[in-house]
């Protein structure tokens, strides 16, 4: 059945093949960014038609701006939350900005927005929530302290919401991607990969298109009773 699903970060790595993959399977496609407006515009290609890509402009970081957005949003039947941005330093040396950009980006605001929406999922057949947490929300990382803090939050919000949904027919799930070949890795050093690489048994990094691929899966008709759980998917990292 074809569904509208919000894709928040859908300029991403993992957020754009989220959206294309959902568009080539006849799904519309509410595609949040905040700077990105070329790349989420060239998702049109995909589409079978005009209607099915909902371009939507919204910083994730100005709650004033997610307060205006959330009374005109449309009541998808999904929502995957695929944004957020990386940080890297000295816990102790984190300034505060950063620890309320990495906060609102990748909890507090999409929270809010999937409270708002969730009275008229209530009303969806086979409405779910997926979040794209990490491996560091499972595991923890030095040196990505708070990184690995507001994944962590991700990962205890999914567990909790979806015992508290599945009543209602909503299922709440996570996705925990390892290494990925997106920008969020793409300065690493070559020796630096090489190391990471070296430990990961899968032998590589993802492509994005196969964490989006588990988000497929959970937001489908294939997993209807996987609720409230975290699918790790890091090659056996």
């Not at 990386?86 to 605001?109: C, K, R, S």
Request: glycine share 10%.
């Amino acid at each position: 059945m074809d569904k509208t699903v919000l894709v928040l970060g859908s300029s991403g790595g993992i957020g754009f093949e989220v959206c294309k993959k959902l568009l080539m399977t006849g799904h519309t496609v509410i595609a949040q960014f905040h700077t990105n407006e070329k790349k989420v515009q060239s998702l049109s290609s995909y589409a079978d038609h005009a209607d099915q890509l909902i371009p939507l402009r919204l910083n994730l970081n100005n709650g004033s701006e997610v307060d205006l957005a959330i009374p005109g949003l449309l009541k998808p039947d999904s929502i995957v939350h695929a944004g957020g941005h990386h940080y890297e330093g000295l816990f102790e040396e984190t300034p505060d900005h950063i620890i309320g950009q990495l906060w609102n980006v990748h909890m507090y605001q999409p929270a809010r927005i999937i409270r708002s929406l969730i009275p008229g999922m209530r009303h969806k057949s086979g409405a779910s929530i997926v979040f794209i947490s990490s491996i560091w929300g499972e595991t923890g990382a030095s040196f990505e302290v708070m990184y690995s803090a507001v994944k962590g939050a991700q990962i205890a919000f999914v567990k909790a919401l979806g015992k508290e949904l599945a009543p209602s027919g909503i299922r709440v799930n996570a996705v925990a991607p390892g290494a990925v070949e997106t920008a969020m890795t793409a300065h690493y050093p070559p020796d630096v990969k090489k190391e990471l690489e070296a430990d990961i048994p899968a032998g590589r990094f993802a492509h994005p298109g196969e964490i989006a691929d588990a988000v497929i899966f959970l937001i489908g008709d294939q997993s209807t009773y996987v609720n409230g759980h975290v699918l790790s998917v890091n090659g056996g990292w």
